[in-house]
């Protein structure tokens, strides 16, 4: 009999970071891996925001910190929620966390009862479902294709909602697709949730600032449902600090309330060196986040031509984030060398043994027709990787 919970035993292993283990396993070996599976900016953080660090340990800023945050960066989130979102928060209503990750842990577990329904769009961010299975709740998956650019329709949301809804979870821009929530569908998914007073939003804006067609548009703008609206977001994917560990939730003060109560028994406040950070990264301006912006636009603008000559792909083009999410299933029952391919997570292991190249298949983001390429890596780096891609994916018949 196993010594472990059911709790463990039903949860599964984060799709990308098992995929990026098997790419650094792969080149310890030595061989020459590009990994396309991991969502990280390969920029570095930027200079000021590495030196306030520095002047936080040099201050010996170095002791425990308030639970939901120092003060002082809360409010920063507030000024920034105000002046680039135009929407209204008190600094009471604002929760720091050890990534997003942990802020969409706070506010599932603050929220969920054991068998209420999550509605979730697919494809999703992969963590997602696990952390509605960990709150004993019931995912819910409204489908979407590649057709339809990934996103759903305010009549799909009103198929899938019932008594028992509780929470609907989503991204814009999205992880894994980088699809991207105009004004006008998020007010057609808001009307509908205006019909439904006890069902709640959690809002995941942590690629806000990687949006390639127009300024970020938040569901959480539409008054008559902000009360209801959990908002995502930190500094990672922005501000290339994924290393740093830092998000924050704003929501209403009693799920606030409720966030800081169940982080304060799990990890209590995130690092102090990494909230001066923050703080520095909020307070200097949006030069670098606009510089990285322009080069994933130009990344995904050539891998979007280079998998498009790819016969068999199809492939939309991502108005946001930095992911590709291409149907792969003219692929499948085709074989190279002995091996037949059968779903998209088996395409994603042949593309790591025959061209070394990291993917992740889209099972685990809950579509299994499709498979992640992320481009968050060097130009010359990318443009091998599809030449890799292309070859490997041509020797299947």
Known sequence: MSALSTRINNLSESATIKMAKMGRELAAKGVDVISLSFGEPDFHTPKHIKEAAKQAMDQNLTYYTPVAGYPDLRKAVVAKLKNENNLDYDFSQIVVSTGAKQAIANAVLCLVNPGEEVIIPTPYWVSYSEVVKLAEGKSVFINTTVEQNFKI??????????????????????????????????????????????????????????????????????????????????????????????????SNKEIAAACDKMQGQITS????????????????????????????????????KLLSEIEGLNVNLPDGAFYFFPNVTSFFGKSYNGKTIKDADELSIYLLEEAHVATVGGDSFGDATSIRISYAAAEDKLIEAVRRIKEALGKLK
């Open 153 to 250: 329709t305010p009549e799909q949301l009103e198929a899938a909602i019932t008594p028992k809804t509780k929470l609907f979870m989503f991204s814009s821009p999205c992880n894994p697709t980088g699809s991207v929530y105009s004004k006008d569908e998020l007010e057609g998914l808001a009307k509908v949730f205006a019909k439904h007073p006890d069902v709640y939003i959690l809002s995941d804006e942590i690629y806000e600032h990687i949006n390639f067609i127009d300024k970020h548009e938040s569901i959480a703008q539409f008054d008559y449902i902000k009360d209801r609206v959990v908002i995502i977001n930190g500094w990672s994917k922005a501000f290339a600090m994924t290393g740093w560990r830092i998000g924050y939730t704003a």
């Open 269 to 304: 406040g995130t690092c102090s060196i990494t909230q001066r950070a923050g703080v520095a990264a909020y307070e200097g301006g949006l030069e670098t986040v606009l510089e990285m912006r322009a080069a994933f636009k130009k990344r995904r603008d050539i891998v979007y």
